[in-house]
């Protein structure tokens, strides 16, 4: 499985950015899609995760409300559209897949199999 993220740059405060990983894989079945975010110095967090066959969602609580990730069957492609961004927002972000069958622990890094190689976001104030 191959993760390729892309989508982040450079955004003032209370803007938007979609970033988007494609997925290399042959049957995605029920594999679970993560987003993490690492800022500077700190710890590999979770951001949220899509269970591929039914869309289920669940956000980390800095996310909710501001953060929604979504799924596209036939690119394939997960993507995370993040609006009203702010500084602490900032971090490499990673997507992340979990093979089936999936962990429990989906807010757990180390319950993902693959990762993207990360995308910048930087947001300034």
């Known amino acids: 499985v191959q993760l390729q993220a892309s989508g982040g740059g450079l955004v003032q405060a209370g803007n938007s950015l979609r970033l988007s990983c494609e997925v290399s894989v042959r049957t995605f079945g029920d594999y679970r899609m993560g987003w993490f975010r690492q800022a500077p110095g700190k710890e590999r967090e979770f951001v949220g995760c899509v269970l591929w066959s039914s869309g289920s969602v669940d956000y980390a609580h800095s996310a909710k409300g501001r953060f929604t990730i979504s799924r596209d069957n036939a690119k394939p492609t997960v993507y995370l559209q993040m609006n009203n961004l702010e500084p602490e927002d900032t971090a490499v972000y990673y997507c992340?897949?979990?093979?089936?069958?999936?962990?429990?622990?989906?807010?757990?890094?180390?319950?993902?199999?693959?990762w993207g190689q990360g995308t910048l976001v930087t947001v300034s104030s």
């Open positions: 992340a897949a979990d093979s089936p069958p999936v962990n429990i622990h989906y807010a757990n890094p180390g319950s993902y199999e693959y």
